[in-house]
């Protein structure tokens, strides 16, 4: 590959796409919402969301200073992200509180890149975190999630007409924003039935005192937030 072939691929990467049609977008929501609502085809693709969820922990961890020793992804859509570091403190609380933030802010972020118009920045961009991810992750089953999910961006990205790159990514972007709100809910309904004792929620509890239902609400409000703002990026209104 010459400077010229560099140079072509970098403009294609970082340069903008004309935005897809009202319908195009509102179908790719239709179609992310049947991934999310009906509980039987939610129980697997509910595995994206576990990916991004752990991902945020790992990345968060890195940000504060902590060493990611590892993620574990599992067949039940579970996860489990371990880094070392001081086990309190301000790093540890932003480690725990990404992993239920990460969904939504990520479809946040790619709903501001969708209404620019970079398109193929974010397939590229996704392809780069989940290989990233994919070094860290310490299980088969994980690991062989995040192959197949890379492989899906990559051949997206590289085989496809401009119409079907848009309307995966799209379909991608809303999945994440309606994806991040539904485990927050799950959440509240384990702990109601006096289940799921150990969640994030109840670790940011013993680290900072505040009451385990108060980080639901934050949890509540980013994802809530995410879906309302990017759903208006998205649609452009």
């Not at 932003?94 to 193929?120: E, F, V």
């Not at 995966?168 to 485990?183: E, H, M, N, S, T």
């Not at 509540?220 to 990026?233: C, D, F, M, P, Y």
Request: glycine share 10%; hydrophobic share 55%; charged share 15%.
């Amino acid at each position: 590959m010459d400077i010229a072939d560099i140079n072509e691929l970098w403009d294609r990467v970082t340069g903008t796409q004309p935005e897809p049609e009202l319908w195009l977008i509102v179908g790719a929501a239709v179609v992310a919402l049947a991934a999310v609502a009906p509980y039987g085809v939610w129980r697997v693709a509910r595995n994206t969301i576990t990916i991004a969820h752990e991902g945020g922990h790992g990345l968060v961890a890195l940000l504060t200073g902590r060493k990611l020793e590892g993620i574990r992804l599992h067949s039940d859509t579970s996860g489990l992200t371990v880094s070392r570091g001081k086990p309190t403190g301000i790093g540890m609380i932003l480690t725990a509180a990404a992993g239920y933030t990460a969904p939504s802010l990520l479809g946040l972020a790619g709903a501001a890149l969708l209404s620019a118009g970079r398109i193929t920045l974010l397939l590229w961009g996704a392809t780069a975190l989940l290989l990233a991810l994919l070094v860290m992750v310490r299980n088969a089953y994980g690991a062989l999630t995040v192959v197949l999910t890379s492989a899906a961006f990559l051949l997206v990205s590289w085989l496809t007409e401009p119409d079907v790159q848009a309307a995966f990514a799209y379909v991608v972007v809303w999945f994440l924003l309606l994806g991040g709100v539904r485990p927050v809910f799950e959440l509240q309904a384990k702990r109601r039935r006096g289940a799921a004792r150990d969640s994030d929620a109840d670790q940011l509890a013993r680290l900072t005192s505040v009451p385990p239902l108060m980080w639901l609400i934050l949890f509540h409000a980013v994802s809530l937030t995410s879906l309302t703002g990017g759903g208006r990026w998205l649609l452009d209104l």
